[in-house]
């Protein structure tokens, strides 16, 4: 069982540890999102991978008309969407396919603190959460790598207690500020969804699956 005073590790590391050009991406995703250290982009990648193989399972079970499986689809559909990695409406299987680890790393407490221009930038937001100065849910987080849910997004705000509510705090992002940054997110994150959404589309086509796979 193990000494439950020590949580196993619920990720898997590289095959290999000397790899340049894995290292070299790992560190841009670490500085990207403002990571503690490349154990936190493996945990990303651990639980892509589970969606992933997962979404794979099923569209071939789904083939095989196995009721279950059409169950078990939406119930993973659903978790995805509710995780926000999926729209709203119009996901199925193949979607799960062409996600990406930014994907997984842009649902952290982190990454939204600093998207909502809460902090100046993605290592403050760390601080500010590990600090105790952000509030999800109406409760304090002081966990920069939780995941938030597309219906706890609107609740991130500063802690009542925070010096940071005052708006003429030294650290806090003016409005202009505000304005800049959110449209540059928005116009690189578009850049970077078509960049990987074309790549992602040729790898499934690649490997023989359809958009027809995920409907049957």
Not at 69 to 92: H, Y
Not at 191 to 207: M, N, Y
């Amino acid at each position: 069982m193990g000494d439950p005073k020590f949580a196993r590790r619920t990720f898997d590391t590289p095959s290999h540890p000397w790899e340049g050009e894995r290292i070299k991406s790992e560190q841009t995703v670490v500085n990207e999102f403002g990571l503690k250290n490349k154990s936190e982009v493996w945990k990303a990648q651990s639980i892509l991978r589970n969606y992933r193989k997962q979404s794979r399972e099923l569209q071939a079970r789904l083939r095989g008309n196995d009721p279950q499986a059409k169950i078990e689809a939406d119930d993973l559909l659903d978790k995805c969407t509710r995780m926000g990695l999926l729209p709203m409406t119009g996901g199925d299987l193949n979607d799960i396919l062409v996600l990406s680890e930014s994907d997984i790393l842009s649902r952290r407490l982190q990454t939204l603190v600093y998207e909502k221009g809460l902090a100046n930038t993605i290592k403050q937001a760390r601080q500010m959460i590990n600090h105790g100065h952000i509030f999800l849910n109406g409760h304090k987080v002081t966990v920069p790598g939780y995941i938030v849910l597309r219906s706890e997004e609107a609740t991130i705000q500063y802690a009542p207690s925070s010096a940071f509510t005052d708006d003429m705090h030294p650290m806090r992002m003016s409005p202009e500020e505000l304005a800049a940054k959110l449209e540059a997110d928005a116009a690189r994150a578009e850049r970077e969804a078509r960049k990987q959404a074309d790549v992602a589309k040729k790898d499934a086509e690649e490997a023989g699956i359809t958009a027809e796979d995920g409907e049957n």
